[in-house]
């Protein structure tokens, strides 16, 4: 079956920067659309940054510019680079394909 594997998650200072990495297995991986969402407590989840199998990539207004998507299908893995970051990016982040999700990964920014 498919699965989903986030990590990189940590509490970062306002301003720093986390690398969160997703690796898949049980699906042909490079012809998958890859995306990253996140949910803050009593917040709806939220479409961060997409990647498909050729590596297009798309952002929400509030990452474009701090947030880069990324993916290695060598490795089966898709990352997500977070530079700039701010106490409101904090939230669970979880990577997803189609109907599939991970576990997720606690992203925190404070001071």
């Known amino acids: 079956q498919v699965q989903l594997v986030e990590s990189g998650g940590d509490l970062v200072q306002p301003g720093g920067s986390l690398r969160l990495s997703c690796e898949a297995s049980g699906l042909i991986f490079s012809i998958n659309v890859m995306e990253w969402h996140r949910q803050a407590p009593g917040k709806k989840r939220e479409l961060v940054a997409s990647?498909?199998?050729?590596?297009?990539?798309n952002y929400a207004d509030f990452v474009r510019g701090r947030f880069t998507i990324s993916r290695d299908n060598a490795k089966n893995t898709v990352y997500l680079d977070m530079h700039s970051l701010k106490p409101e990016d904090t939230a669970v982040y979880y990577c997803?394909?189609?109907?599939?999700w991970g576990q997720g990964t606690q992203v925190t920014v404070s001071s």
């Open positions: 990647v498909t199998g050729r590596g297009r990539t």
């Open positions: 997803n394909t189609g109907f599939h």
